[in-house]
């Protein structure tokens, strides 16, 4: 928000130079983000137009003659407090009307006067370029200064004419003390939203400096008949719509407004329109309350239809079904359900607190206006501003809050104002829908919560200045102060925020710095988020790099997953889809962490030929219970390139590609680093993976997921640009974490050598060598340490429907050196289960 410290300074005295100024509030939460100097000196001058004192004044236009030899051009007589005046030769058409009246003092014209060597902008040039003033001959007639338009000056780009100021000035004063600001923009975030206007930052400097704030008047002339016979006012929704505060105008001229407000609101950044909207706009700025004037001959049109001679009838309502509104801007909206409406028994007039409707509209012929101020709910407005796409400065101001109690005075200044500048007539009485005021809120502290809360050791008494001095009403009590809040603050709630406010005006640079006062509350360790640490950190050790992909995704993106099924449904559960998607691409919760991580993969596959990446994750599943939807965790990894880089020892060899074994291998170091023992590998098929490459990962009987290399249309459809394999698994994450252990063995290193010994068998070529492994270590028992798969064989020399598995078989004790009976002996054991178990037999 921009704050003119011009405007700024009528409610409030400044004592402190601009820069220590903003650097105060800065310090107190009102971040004051950019600090424009106009015309003035002060910060970076650099670059910037400096109205010299000297040199650029206030002129008086005392006569206004034709140029003897330009009919385009007119020789005005300036007073600029020098002995003796002027001429200037300016071709200004808003001088023209005062040609040939001879001396026109009394008519009060003064503009902007710049003397030779004045640094101004050209104002015949595009943009803001400097040059500097000289005297030269005007046909015939010699100039050495003139007269400055908005441009020249650097007001706006407006150079149709000079610049007229409205009002009795000193001839000879310096611009700079004129028209000369200072404009901060302070950053309004959602916690300082009763500082959205002039007289809030003025309350804010007046705590900081120990100023009074001088607030506008808010009586009001009214001497027209009497509204209530006028207008009635009702609403459904209270709670959306707590109060409404509505007055009646008649009589009122269109006419740009004064000057002063006029530059008030461009330096606020607004664009002047006419005097009525632009009081709107003025009371909005100043006072932070919105408000909102209609057409008042076109309600009581309308109400002579649905209730003739009757009051108009304004009516707050939801939208009924497939309602739609044109607002301000010309935009016809699809209402939502929540969307308030200011209406009529004939349909809507506005979007409650944030636009005015097209139909009921300010327009050039308008001379009775309804003036309303209303107060609504924030959350409700925040909502439909976002649903709608809706950007406005009342829906600005109203998403973050503003207190009923605001309405009324903010519709008082708004019709005096009217009255005032624009020659209305304002109806007797006010009507003020206000069905349910709310209480005040009064909260206790003490010096010793402040201490504790705060770190700082204030008096009572200063606790109280302090809190005095940002409007709160503060009681001393036999326990400490009982506070009560002031009606514009909506964010008081506890202590905590007293004592926020107290720190903030003390300064939260003088805070010490101090240890904790209060004990530290007991810690508690997260295992869940630990056992996901440190699965990352063991993936991340065996070369795997973690990716945090979109948790939004559409069901056709996920379809890539399932190509192989040639026509047969992929993904059929119901998808959980957002009402309002930022994009359409991401308008559903993922079923899969796979297909994230492939994009991933795809998008990186163009750039490296080399990738290894992991992602710890949420999917979402439509719930049969409930609104919410299952949310299941999942870890999904992704491999593709060569297993080692080239080198200039291989000679013109490939490297070998990461293949199904590198997989399981990275898999299998998570399982035995997170001492899960139970887990085991079997052959499976599966439409995502290739098949005879493919296996199931399961923990005892329960399937963990699915790990192989991805079936070729798969990596087609996702677009990964590779020639080698793309190796993938999807685990149930919850699964894993709750089978890691919280207690696991730990043996010593044995100080006995081991025994090794190979062991070659043949078995059907159904059974899998992990269940021939398994066996083998449980015949073994705790004295085989190690059993290793090193060949397998199927050929002409086996019996067909056989094949042949090799193993390293590692034999050790903790006690003892084995002997080659002891090791004879378990061989037997393990041949003899072998063979009644699996039927394997010795090759």
């Known amino acids: 928000m921009k704050v003119p410290l011009s405007w700024l300074k009528e409610y409030v005295d400044i004592t402190l130079p601009p820069a220590e100024l903003a650097e105060r509030l800065t310090l107190a939460g009102l971040e004051v983000e950019q600090v424009e100097y106009i015309g003035v000196a002060g910060g970076s001058d650099a670059g910037r137009l400096v109205w010299d004192p000297g040199k650029i004044v206030v002129g008086q236009v005392l006569a206004v003659e034709p140029h003897p030899n330009a009919e385009r051009l007119v020789l005005a007589t300036v007073a600029y407090g020098a002995a003796e005046p002027e001429i200037v030769v300016t071709g200004a058409p808003n001088l023209f009307p005062f040609l040939g009246q001879g001396d026109i003092s009394h008519l009060q014209v003064y503009s902007p006067y710049a003397l030779e060597g004045a640094e101004l902008y050209d104002g015949h040039k595009d943009g803001q370029v400097k040059m500097t003033l000289k005297g030269r001959n005007l046909r015939g007639v010699y100039n050495r200064s003139m007269l400055c338009s908005e441009k020249e000056l650097g007001l706006s780009g407006e150079h149709e004419g000079i610049l007229l100021l409205e009002g009795d000035y000193t001839p000879g004063a310096p611009l700079a003390d004129v028209l000369g600001d200072v404009v901060f923009d302070i950053a309004i975030i959602p916690n300082i939203a009763r500082c959205a206007s002039m007289i809030g930052v003025a309350r804010e400097v007046a705590a900081l ?6 607030y506008p008047s808010y009586d009001v002339v009214m001497e027209g008949p009497p509204a209530a016979d006028k207008v009635r006012l009702s609403t459904d929704n209270p709670d959306l719509n707590p109060r409404f505060v509505a007055l009646v105008i008649e009589g009122v001229t269109q006419k740009p407004s004064p000057q002063w407000m006029q530059r008030r609101l461009k330096l606020a950044g607004q664009r002047p329109i006419n005097v009525v909207v632009d009081i709107s706009n003025y009371v909005m700025l100043e006072m932070g309350q919105p408000n909102h004037t209609f057409d008042y001959d076109f309600l009581r049109r309308r109400a002579d239809e649905y209730d003739p001679g009757g009051p108009i009838h304004i009516h707050t309502r939801l939208p009924r079904e497939d309602e739609t509104l044109t607002t301000l801007d010309g935009v016809t909206h699809s209402l939502e359900s929540y969307n308030i409406l200011v209406t009529d028994p004939l349909g809507n007039l506005s979007l409650g607190g944030v636009m005015g409707g097209r139909n009921s509209e300010i327009n050039d012929d308008t001379t009775n206006v309804l003036l309303e101020a209303a107060a609504w709910n924030y959350i409700n407005i925040r909502q439909t501003t976002n649903r709608l796409k809706i950007k406005s400065e009342a829906g600005f101001r109203f998403s973050r809050g503003v207190h009923p109690s ?3 005075l903010g519709a008082r200044r708004a019709a005096e104002l009217l009255r005032q500048l624009a020659g209305g007539v304002v109806a007797q009485g006010i009507i003020d829908y206000y069905p349910n005021p709310p209480q005040p809120v009064t909260v206790s502290l003490t010096a010793a919560e402040v201490s504790r809360l705060g770190g700082i050791d204030l008096s009572t008494a200063e606790i109280k200045r302090i809190l005095e001095s940002l409007a709160f009403t503060v009681e001393e009590t036999a326990t400490g102060l009982s506070v009560t809040s002031p009606d514009f603050r909506m964010d008081i709630t506890g202590r905590h925020d007293l004592v926020e406010e107290v720190c903030r005006i003390y ?41 945090i992909t979109y948790r939004l995704t559409t069901a056709e993106r996920e379809n890539r997953l399932l190509p192989a099924m040639r026509g047969a449904p992929a993904d059929d559960r119901p998808y959980v889809t957002l009402a309002n998607p930022i994009t359409v691409d991401r308008a559903a919760m993922r079923h899969s962490l796979l297909a994230s991580a492939l994009e991933v993969a795809a998008a990186n596959s163009r750039f490296t030929d080399y990738l290894a990446l992991f992602e710890l994750g949420q999917i979402y599943l439509a719930s049969e219970d409930g609104v919410l939807p299952d949310e299941l965790r999942r870890l999904a990894l992704v491999m593709t390139g060569a297993r080692q880089p080239e080198h200039w020892g291989d000679g013109q060899k490939m490297p070998a590609s990461l293949d199904f074994f590198d997989l399981k291998g990275v898999i299998e170091t998570l399982l035995v680093r997170l001492h899960i023992a139970n887990a085991h590998f079997e052959a499976a098929q599966h439409p995502t993976w290739r098949p005879g490459r493919t296996a199931r990962l399961y923990l005892g009987e329960r399937q963990l997921g699915y790990l192989g290399e991805l079936h070729p249309l798969v990596v087609e459809g996702f677009d990964i640009r590779t ?30 050598p081991p025994v090794q010994e190979d062991l070659a068998l043949v078995v059907d070529t159904t059974t899998p060598a992990a269940a ?69 037999t010795l090759r």
Do not use: C
């Open 209 to 214: 400096t120990g100023q009074q704030v001088r």
């Open 406 to 408: 605001q309405a009324v």
């Open 507 to 547: 300064g939260y640079d003088r805070i010490p710095t101090t240890t904790m006062g209060d004990a530290l509350p007991p810690q508690r360790g997260n295992l869940a988020l630990e056992r996901e640490e440190a699965i990352k950190d063991i993936l991340v050790q065996s070369g795997v790099q973690e990716i």
């Open 723 to 752: 020639t080698r394999p793309v190796l993938a698994a999807e685990l149930d994450l919850d699964l894993l974490l709750g089978a890691i252990p919280d207690l696991y063995k730990v043996t010593a290193i044995a100080n006995f």
């Open 772 to 840: 021939v492994a398994a066996a083998i270590q449980r015949a073994g028992g705790y004295l085989l340490k190690e059993v290793a798969l090193f060949d397998v064989y199927a050929g002409a020399q086996l019996p067909a429907g056989k094949k042949s598995l090799a193993y390293h078989l590692t034999f050790q004790a903790p006690d003892k050196t084995l002997q080659d009976k002891d090791v004879s002996k378990l061989r037997q054991r393990i041949l003899k289960q072998l063979e009644q178990n699996l039927g394997a």
